[in-house]
């Protein structure tokens, strides 16, 4: 069972940055391929970002390609999600998810899923 909590949202102007955690208790982080999704008011859940175990490969969506970083501390356990010249489209609640198997873009593949953290963009 792998638990995920995510921190960091908050309330940014337009342009500004935020920068996203997402940790998790055991000894097994490193197997899992991790992700973030987010989801906006009256929309579907999106796909945001995924790394692979060893944090050597990224995969973005196109709405934030160049504007959002995604990387892990295996030793740390932990997943972070920098995000850079935020705008007010970026509003949503931000989900990390986690799965065995390889990384997908679709947010019924993966297994484990946080509660989500807030973030408001301003403009």
């Known amino acids: 069972q792998v638990q995920l909590v995510e921190s960091g949202g908050g309330l940014v102007q337009a342009g500004g940055s935020l920068r996203l955690s997402c940790t998790t208790s055991g000894r097994t982080f490193s197997q899992y391929y991790m992700a973030w999704f987010r989801r906006a008011p009256g929309k579907e859940r999106e796909f945001v970002t995924a790394?692979?175990?060893?944090?050597?490969?990224?995969y973005y969506g196109d709405s934030v390609k160049g504007r959002f970083t995604i990387s892990r501390d295996n030793a740390k356990n932990a997943v972070f999600l920098q995000m850079n010249n935020l705008k007010a489209e970026d509003t949503a609640v931000y989900y990390c998810?986690?799965?065995?198997?390889?990384?997908?873009?679709?947010?019924?593949?993966?297994?484990?899923w946080g509660q989500g953290t807030q973030v408001t963009v301003s403009s």
């Open positions: 998810a986690a799965r065995i198997s390889s990384y997908s873009l679709v947010a019924g593949d993966y297994r484990y």
């Open positions: 790394i692979n175990r060893s944090g050597g490969s990224t």
